[in-house]
């Protein structure tokens, strides 16, 4: 295969975080191939500086204002631009030198920046799943409009795509694994007094805060479902969640004649990563290969909805479609802070979910507008419920 003859320019929207920092691992991986021509956070100003001096971005975006002068005072001695606010986020995606946009902002604030990016005509590595939660249809449709490839970064997508690259028949079945988190054995009397740190310790990944504790309620896993049936045309019968406990087996797809094709590997981020910026060509790397003299059994287990309910809230938001999977992901936005504050306990979580769920007002066929107007109000209503625990 012929490589370009000069690197591909990726902007990472969320360059501090854990997909963000790992990204940036696949980039130095391959200088060659890849350069960071963008670099944003939200608030680690002092991070994304350090980012900076290393990679030598074009320009980086700090989304919190606040930290624009210490932010642009640290960079003072090197030609890279900075820009700050939310508006700025869309407007570095849009640059004619950036080709490809790495969307790990964490929750809603991804959405705004990843249309835009979408609207340049700029290839899409879709790690922030609450894009396709809150807005799967839209997201879809522009991308038919714009012709926009989306490449799925999570590790469960990204082996449902790499299991059906080269096929031509239909989907019967997505098996969508789960570890299951940290409190798979728990009974529902142990998960009334787990706390923010216990929640913190995920058993086979390392990822950031808010990712983590709905890894440990199983709504990343909920999310995930809602993302499947958008990226992959499925309907929600037809996705099943398996706990799978090694997170070995990142997830499998089953064909119509019954034979099922899974991609395995190390729980490593930087593998999907890697395949996103350089589809549909497999890049070497130093990463962990699988030992698999050292895999003495692989498990698997139906998950309970029961202790677990917000897997199930995501089901049902999806059955009920429009705009509730946007409610259900601003609710689980605000728990899940306050949960990690110590304002909320675990058990909680779900109910105020469900409670904002059945409070908002519903709207069958949204448009963008009602997305932001819909996250506004589920919002206000779970702070509201969230008040009188």
Same mark, same amino acid.
């Given at each position: 295969?012929t490589?370009?003859?000069?690197p &591909?320019?990726? =902007?990472?929207?969320?360059s501090?975080?854990?997909i963000?920092t ?9 200088p060659?191939?890849?350069e960071? +021509? ?13 980012q900076?001096?290393q ?5 980086v ?8 002068e ?7 001695d090197?030609p890279?631009?900075v820009? =700050?606010g939310?508006e700025?986020l ?9 080709? !490809?946009?790495?969307?790990a ?7 705004q920046p990843?249309?835009a990016? %979408?609207?340049?005509?700029k290839? %899409?590595a ?5 894009? !396709?939660?809150?807005?799967g249809e839209?997201i879809?449709?522009?991308c ?9 970064v999570d590790?469960?997508h990204?082996?449902?795509? @790499?299991?059906?690259m080269?096929?031509?028949s239909p989907?019967?079945?997505i ?5 299951g ?6 009974t529902l ?8 740190? !216990? ?8 990822m ?7 890894? =440990?309620?199983m709504?990343?896993?909920g999310?995930e479902? %809602? ?10 019968e037809?996705?099943?969640v398996?706990?799978?406990? @090694?997170?070995?087996v ?5 064909f119509?004649?019954?034979?099922v ?7 490593? !981020? +930087?593998v999907?990563?890697?395949?996103a ?8 790397s130093?990463f962990?290969?699988l ?23 995501a089901?049902e938001s999806?059955?009920?479609g429009g705009n ?9 936005e %605000?728990?899940?802070?306050a949960?990690?504050?110590g304002r909320c306990?675990?058990?909680d ?5 469900? &409670?904002?769920m059945? &409070? ?8 963008y ?10 919002? +206000?209503?779970a702070?509201?419920?969230l008040?009188?625990?």
């Amino acid at each position: 295969m012929t490589q370009n003859t000069s690197p &591909k320019q990726i =902007a990472i929207l969320g360059s501090t975080g854990s997909i963000g920092t790992q990204a940036l691992q696949v980039i130095a991986e391959h200088p060659d191939r890849f350069e960071a +021509r963008v670099l944003t956070a939200n608030n680690r100003w002092k991070e994304l500086a350090a980012q900076a001096r290393q990679f030598r971005p074009a320009a980086v975006v700090i989304a919190n204002e606040q930290h624009y002068e210490a932010l642009s005072d640290a960079l003072a001695d090197l030609p890279i631009a900075v820009y =700050a606010g939310a508006e700025a986020l869309c407007q570095v995606v849009e640059g004619s030198e950036v080709d !490809m946009v790495l969307t790990a902002m964490v929750g809603f604030a991804g959405l705004q920046p990843t249309i835009a990016a %979408i609207k340049a005509r700029k290839p %899409i590595a879709l790690a922030n799943k609450e894009t !396709m939660v809150v807005a799967g249809e839209l997201i879809n449709r522009l991308c038919r409009q714009f012709e926009v490839p989306l490449l799925p970064v999570d590790s469960e997508h990204s082996a449902i795509f @790499q299991s059906i690259m080269g096929e031509v028949s239909p989907i019967e079945k997505i098996i969508l694994t789960a570890s299951g988190g940290p409190f798979r054995t728990f009974t529902l009397q142990q998960l009334e007094d787990v706390t923010p740190a !216990m929640a913190l310790h995920h058993p086979n990944w390392d990822m950031g805060a808010k990712i983590t504790i709905d890894s =440990a309620t199983m709504m990343n896993k909920g999310f995930e479902v %809602i993302e499947a049936k958008w990226l992959f045309g499925v309907e929600p019968e037809r996705i099943q969640v398996v706990v799978h406990p @090694q997170s070995v087996v990142h997830s499998a797809v089953q064909f119509a004649d019954g034979a099922v094709k899974a991609q395995l590997g190390v729980p490593d !981020m +930087r593998v999907p990563i890697q395949l996103a910026f350089s589809f549909p060509e497999r890049l070497p790397s130093s990463f962990d290969r699988l030992d698999w003299f050292a895999l003495h059994s692989l498990t698997f287990e139906r998950p309970d909805v029961e202790r677990f309910r917000c897997l199930a809230l995501a089901y049902e938001s999806l059955h009920r479609g429009g705009n509730a999977p946007c409610v259900v992901n601003a609710a689980n936005e %605000i728990v899940n802070r306050a949960f990690l504050e110590g304002r909320c306990r675990f058990l909680d979580m779900p109910d105020i979910i469900e &409670k904002t769920m059945h &409070k908002a007002p519903f709207i069958e066929q949204p448009t963008y507008d009602d997305y932001l107007q819909s996250d506004c109000e589920a919002r +206000r209503i779970a702070v509201s419920l969230l008040g009188r625990k």
